[in-house]
């Protein structure tokens, strides 16, 4: 008696080329999925920097290539995200692989980008930080100096007043606080009746000098996370 039969196949060297490509384009695919995820990631992150960024440095006038470059770099990578949106696997292993590339390569130089952004905004901020502080000091010296020698007129909350917003000036704020900060600066300076100063510093400068320690506080604990929650409160409060 004989055994059982058995039927052995053998593959075409054609037949094993194709399953191989399959093989390659499923994962590519893989890759696909994954590149087209941290580069959008990647791609959020750096719309954060560039919204905080181009405030600052529209305000201080700084050289904007490395912002221009990141904007530009930005849009080439939500390109490349399009386009990987429309491939599958019947695209070819060509196209997927170079769409992999670009992707990676694009991703790659945006983040690097965004880290060299965040640098020199850093440096920019404690600048604009300075000048403000210099401005504050500057603008009360200056209405100091025009109350002439009138000691009746040389009220506390003069000196008060300058002493807080100097301090806020030095912190880690929101850029609606820097902005709200110079308002209440050149706002001090027009007061001419103490009372009023006195109120203003108690109800205005008072609170506003509570608000920004706050947040301080909170972004030197929390980074980035604390500033874009403040940031959406902010919004949704318009």
């Not at 500033?227 to 919004?235: D, G, M, S």
């Amino acid at each position: 008696m004989s055994g059982p039969k058995t039927s052995q196949y053998t593959l075409t060297p054609e037949q094993r080329r194709i399953l191989a490509e399959q093989r390659k384009i499923r994962t590519q695919c893989e890759h696909l999925v994954k590149l087209q995820k941290d580069t959008r990631s990647i791609v959020v992150h750096a719309d954060r920097i560039i919204e905080k960024v181009e405030p600052l440095w529209q305000e201080i006038h700084a050289d904007t290539s490395v912002l221009d470059q990141a904007k530009a770099l930005r849009v080439s990578a939500m390109d490349a995200i399009n386009i990987a949106d429309q491939l599958n696997e019947n695209s070819g292993l060509s196209m997927l692989q170079d769409t992999n590339k670009a992707l990676r390569e694009i991703s790659r130089k945006l983040e690097t980008l965004t880290k060299s952004l965040q640098n020199e905004h850093s440096n920019a901020d404690q600048a604009f930080r300075k000048r403000m502080s210099e401005r504050i000091s500057d603008g009360f010296d200056i209405y100091f100096d025009d109350l002439g020698n009138d000691q009746s007129m040389r009220d506390p909350y003069f000196i008060k007043i300058q002493t807080v917003l100097s301090e806020l000036a030095t912190l880690s704020i929101s850029n609606e606080q820097q902005n709200k900060l110079q308002a209440i600066q050149a706002k001090a300076n027009d007061i001419e009746s103490i009372d009023f100063l006195k109120n203003y510093y108690t109800m205005t400068i008072l609170p506003f000098a509570k608000e920004c320690r706050a947040y301080h506080t909170g972004y030197s604990a929390y980074g980035e996370i604390y500033e874009q929650k403040h940031t959406q409160i902010f919004r949704s409060s318009k």
